[in-house]
């Protein structure tokens, strides 16, 4: 059974650091590429940033460009999304999903964890 | 505001036959794929159809995708009440303002 699980979310101070993991199991998840999506409280999706299957390509939304990195370690199927410099802006629920090259999100999310920025 | 847009609401009753458009230009539909989502209130996003109209397996056939130029639809037939939810479209974007799109999402009242 594929499995995506997000964890790491939680209450951040304005301008601090949070490190998001999306554990993946039952599927080969090194031949996957992989995207961060969230949804603000109360709001529509909202593509964060995407990586490819072997880590040559990744892309960001300008909303976070220079701020967040997503990364990923194939050996031990994870995905992770550091992010930086965190502003009020930034408080939603993360998902992690699963995709193809140059497409968008596809058929397994995460059940997604909540950032909240705030003092 | 959404690169791709959508109505923010649309309902009907049960047994009904519903479409939900999405509009966007020649750097996302007009060039891509559709993609579209059913979200269910506290649940995470499920994939609906892929690739303008092709169901992932589960999906039931009451749901089907279309495209037309820079323009998609998602057609609900046989409304049931358990479709409603809110509904997403996405797409590959080839401009430089970022690969992936979503539209602003439509809430589904049955």
């Known amino acids: 059974e594929v499995q995506l699980v997000e964890s790491g979310g939680g209450l951040v101070q304005p301008g601090g650091s949070l490190r998001l993991s999306c554990a993946a199991s039952?599927?080969?998840?090194?031949?996957?590429?992989m995207s961060w999506v969230r949804q603000a409280p109360g709001k529509g999706l909202e593509w964060v940033a995407y990586i490819s299957s072997g880590r040559t390509t990744m892309y960001y939304a300008d909303s976070v460009k220079g701020r967040f990195t997503i990364s990923r370690d194939n050996d031990n199927n994870s995905l992770y999304l550091q992010m930086n410099s965190l502003r009020a802006e930034d408080t939603a629920v993360y998902y992690c999903?699963?995709?193809?090259?140059?497409?968008?999100?596809?058929?397994?999310w995460g059940q997604g964890t909540l950032v909240t920025v705030s003092s | 505001q959404s690169v791709l847009t959508q109505p923010p609401s649309a309902s009907g009753t049960p047994g009904q036959r519903v479409i939900i458009s999405c509009s966007g230009r020649s750097s996302n539909i007009g060039n891509n794929y559709v993609y579209w989502y059913q979200q269910l209130p506290g649940t995470a996003p499920k994939l609906l159809i892929y690739?303008?109209?092709q169901r992932p397996s589960g999906v039931p056939d009451r749901f089907s995708g279309s495209k037309s130029g820079t323009s998609a639809s998602l057609a609900i037939s046989g409304l049931r009440s358990e479709d409603e939810a809110d509904y997403y479209c996405?797409?590959?974007?080839?401009?430089?303002?970022?690969?992936?799109?979503f539209g602003g999402g439509t809430k589904l009242t049955v």
């Open positions: 690739k303008n109209d």
């Open positions: 039952g599927f080969t998840f090194r031949s996957f590429e």
């Open positions: 996405a797409s590959w974007d080839d401009s430089l303002s970022g690969p992936v799109v």
């Open positions: 999903a699963r995709g193809e090259w140059l497409l968008p999100p596809g058929d397994y």
